[in-house]
């Protein structure tokens, strides 16, 4: 259980990421140095539902989620780009694909 003080400065930090991510974006370790924490703590705040539908609206929760998840996609798309740039794909005969390995 957080004492009193420690749950208004937990309060000003979810408010805090909560704003800066709906102004500015970015990833979690971006914000994260913007705002001097770490990039797990971001993500803990910016999921933190209570708090945040508490004080600024369920809206605002709602578009926060959004935006993860479009961040998310969008980093999915990134990661396979980058394997397919940097993996050899072998196929078998029949040009079915058979796995791969580093270039």
Do not use: P, W
């Amino acid at each position: 259980m957080l004492s009193e003080d420690q749950q208004k400065r937990k309060t000003a930090n979810v408010l805090k990421a909560a704003r800066y991510f709906l102004a500015h974006g970015g990833s979690m370790i971006e914000i994260g140095k913007a705002l001097n924490m770490s990039s797990s703590s971001v993500q803990r705040y910016l999921n933190d539902e209570q708090t945040i539908k508490t004080y600024l609206g369920t809206e605002c929760f709602d578009e926060i989620q959004r935006k993860l998840l479009e961040n998310k996609k969008e980093g999915l798309v990134r990661g396979g780009k980058n394997y397919a740039k940097n993996n050899e794909f072998t196929k078998d005969e029949l040009g079915r694909f058979t796995g791969s390995r580093r270039k």
